[in-house]
């Protein structure tokens, strides 16, 4: 929506300036988006009138013209040489006087060809006013001769669009944007004088509206022996064009007027083009299967049942609130109008244009809803400035109403109003908003009970209002109040990570964060978590984006993938996210840690041979994850690893997730060279710790025992460790492996196991002796429970 300054001044006029009046505009939710001035700077421009012209005596394309400027040059004519083709006797025409500065150029009194020349006439594209122009800017002959240019054609003016929110449909005329500035402002607001016009005629044409649900309110009346001849006066054009619209002829431009002017779009038919003409009628109907409408933008329309036409008892006219037809529409040789003015529901009018392909002015204005109390009204005004500028003689105007959009009172609880403002607004400041925003309302015992006029379709609950009165209080006005509250250091118990622990770990060991989507492709969760009945969503956002995930590996691989697209030869993720299950008609939400390592261990660097990432190098890492608590690794399969290179993690004896290598189905589905690491872990069980507990630190020396057994194959290490320290034998405080031997010398079938162990007693400094037992201890025990036998060399 974009308008005149000085035309909406006319209707309010507040202490403002253009800069000013934008601000107060925006503040007030109707954004100002953008402030143009109508033509760029120039002076010394005047009305003249070309008295006589002949040709240049030499130059063929030259003329010499005597032009009266009137009392800018005392009375006396000039003689200025011109070269546009349209010059002739008695026209007038914009003349720059000598020491005029146009745009790009200065007018000096100078020689052209031998011949003098005091000025020059000028064409629109001289003064900045288009950006192409055939030749001298003819004016109309009424134009006062003299008259500063800039004054004539109202030029001290600016163009103000505005970016209307979809709710503000009463902004989308000029009184509606002039109601607006009078209740910010306080300015007072200048009523638009509509009187009805005396019916010069009793013809009338009849209507009959077949769906009132559809157009609870129709308005038409005859306008006999109009002429189109006359042109549409300047003032009207101006506005029209600074409006963005056109000049088409005088009717067309008069019901554009008046849109712009109050928001009711209205339309004007060939009398003479509706079957039977006053003897015919017309229908608001709904279109039937098949009809075709050529309409006024050329297109021929093959009509729907849900499209509300305008018809006559043959054929459809226009496409009601939308657009009119071509066949009845007004052009040379019309003589004898129908004009309408008609209130449409939003909701038949709504989604229509998308439907189409195009849109309309009218369309705009008739969905969001337009001021059904003034229809009547500017169908007067339309008359009037018919019959003014082209005349004829009206008819009466023939009204159907129906049903219209009921406006019930909207309750506003003053201590509501104070709550969510934040503001201590009395009783009568609130009453004095409603008054300045013409809310018509009732006020006892702090609650109003406010009726919205019918020209605010978007005020329907107490919020509404409550908005209404911000916007014209001021967000300026509203004081910034710091949010005050109590609070209080919340718990951290020690028993618990937290997940800026974890996080921060992870980030530590080079790893980067991604966050993905709960929803993946049906596919991810069949072949990577053999989940045949993923959680599936009602309404998807596409069908790559069907179910809920219940494992995070989909994502991290679809990451990998995104990636290694934008050439990252190293990739290391992790995500932390909630995944989804059936169980039964419940759906658990379980929280989990996933991790992805490709490429090379450490980044490229020259300290130490490149190799790539491994199983023991992300294992490492989830045991850093898990400390101090110790882990079981065991093999186990997983649908989304290799079937040979997977282990589960268990913790406390509880799984606390996967490790592994991606399945080679996978790595060869995505072309991928190398090995990719995954892991998966139950955060609930992550994030648990044992409570730290003191214990006395020895001051006597350790002492280090290296013991080889050799034991049966299928014996895991892990078992091993675990059946010692179950012992809990006293005086051993760490025992790890430090080396497996397979190979020459060794038994088939066997295999030899050192470990590590160190020996330490906090009262006193060990003898060889009793560590010498501690060691024949446990080695009769792995003998036992393993068949375990010390290895001599």
């Known amino acids: 929506m974009k308008f005149s300054e000085n035309w909406l001044r006319g209707f309010v006029d507040p202490p403002l300036s253009t800069r000013g009046l934008a601000h107060v505009l925006t503040m007030a939710g109707i954004e100002v988006e953008t402030i143009d001035p109508v033509a760029p700077p120039f002076d010394k421009v005047v009305v003249a009138e070309v008295l006589s012209v002949r040709k240049h005596p030499d130059a063929d394309l030259l003329h010499v013209c005597e032009v009266n400027a009137g009392p800018a040059v005392a009375g006396q004519t000039l003689q200025i040489v011109c ?4 010059v002739r006797v008695g026209i ?23 011949v003098e020349s005091a000025g020059m006439l000028c064409s629109a594209r001289e003064l900045g006013l288009e950006e192409m122009a055939p030749g001298l800017m003819v004016l109309p002959p009424d134009a006062p001769i003299g008259l500063d240019f ?50 010069q005629t009793d013809e009338a044409l009849a209507i009959h509206v077949d769906v009132p649900d559809a157009c609870p309110l129709y308005c038409g009346r005859v306008v006999r022996g109009v002429s189109l001849d006359v042109p549409t006066p300047g003032w009207l054009i101006r506005r029209l064009e600074r409006s963005g619209l056109r000049a088409v002829n005088a009717v067309v431009d008069i019901t554009n007027y008046l849109m712009l002017e109050t928001g009711q779009p209205l339309h004007a038919f060939d009398l003479d083009r509706i079957a039977g003409a006053l003897s015919g009628s017309i229908h608001v109907r709904y279109a039937t299967s098949g009809e075709v409408l050529k309409l006024l933008n050329g297109e021929n329309l093959v ?5 509300l036409v305008i018809a006559d008892q043959v054929k459809p006219l226009a496409l009601a609130g939308i657009m009119g037809g071509d066949e009845s529409g007004v052009g040379a040789g019309t003589k004898d109008l129908f004009l309408e003015s008609a209130f449409f529901s939003p909701g038949v009018i709504a989604g229509k244009s998308f439907s189409l392909g195009f849109s309309s002015d009218s369309a705009y204005r008739f969905e969001r809803g337009v001021d059904f109390s003034k229809t009547r009204d500017v169908l007067e005004r339309a008359t009037r400035l018919i019959l003014d500028i082209c005349g004829g003689k009206s008819g009466a105007i023939t009204e159907l109403k129906g049903r219209l959009p009921l406006r019930d009172p909207i309750s506003l609880r003053l201590t509501r109003a104070q ?17 300045r925003l013409q809310f018509s309302f009732v006020g006892a015992e702090g609650v109003f009970n406010v009726t919205p006029p019918p020209y605010r379709f978007d005020l329907g609950i107490e919020a509404d209002l409550i908005e209404e009165l911000a916007r014209i209080y001021g967000y300026d006005s509203i004081p910034a109040a710091a949010p005050r509250a109590l609070l209080s250091m919340l718990p951290e118990p020690e028993t618990r990570k937290t997940l800026p622990q974890v996080r921060q770990l992870l980030i530590a060991r080079d790893y980067q964060e991604v966050i993905n989507y709960a929803f993946v492709d049906p596919a991810w969760e069949h072949e990577l978590a053999a989940n045949k009945e993923p959680v599936a969503l009602k309404n998807p956002l596409s069908s790559q984006m069907a179910v809920m995930r ?31 299950e059936a169980q039964g008609d419940t759906i658990v939400q379980q ?31 989830i045991e850093a994850l898990f400390w101090p608590r110790g882990l079981q690794v065991a093999a186990a399969s997983h649908p989304a690893l290799h079937p040979g290179k997977s282990a589960e993690i268990r913790v406390d004896g509880k799984i606390a997730g996967h490790l592994g290598e991606l399945h080679p189905r996978w790595c060869q589905k995505l072309g991928l060279s190398k090995p990719v690491m995954l892991f998966e872990l139950e955060m609930a069980i992550l994030m648990e710790r044992a409570l730290p507990q003191a214990s006395e630190i020895s001051k006597y020396p350790p002492i280090r025992r290296d013991i080889a057994v050799v034991v049966p194959e299928n014996v895991g290490v892990q078992t091993i460790l675990d059946r010692v320290r179950a012992d809990k034998l006293p005086l051993i405080s760490e025992i790890h492996l430090f080396d497996v031997y397979r190979g020459k010398g060794m038994e088939a079938g066997k295999k030899s ?18 560590a010498d037992r501690t060691v024949s201890r446990m080695l009769s025990v792995l003998e036992g429970e393993f068949g375990a036998v010390l290895r001599n060399h």
């Open 83 to 86: 070269g546009a083709a349209n």
């Open 92 to 114: 007038k025409v914009p003349c720059a006087l000598a020491g005029a500065q146009l745009p790009g150029m200065a007018i000096r009194q100078t020689r052209i060809r031998g």
């Open 150 to 199: 800039r004054d004539y054609y109202e030029l001290e003016d600016s163009i103000l669009t505005l970016k209307l929110t979809p709710n503000r449909g009463d902004c989308l005329g000029l009184l509606g944007i002039a109601r607006e500035v009078a209740a910010v402002t306080s300015a007072r607001l200048k009523p638009l004088e509509i009187a009805p016009v005396a019916n």
């Open 303 to 307: 009509l729907q049942p849900d499209m």
């Open 419 to 435: 709550r969510v403002l934040g503001i201590d607004l009395e009783e009568r400041t609130i009453a004095g908003l409603l008054q």
């Open 550 to 580: 219940s494992t995070l590996c989909g994502s991290l691989i679809s990451n990998l993938e995104f990636n290694l697209n934008r050439k990252q030869a190293r990739v290391r993720l992790f995500e932390i996210g909630c995944c989804f």
């Open 591 to 621: 929280e989990k840690l996933g991790g992805l390592c490709y490429g090379d261990a450490l980044a490229e660097q020259w300290g130490a041979p490149a190799r790539e990432v491994d199983f023991y190098d992300v294992k490492a890492d």
């Open 753 to 770: 196991l050192a470990f590590r162990m160190l020996l330490q007693d906090t009262e006193k400094t060990l003898t060889d002796a009793e």
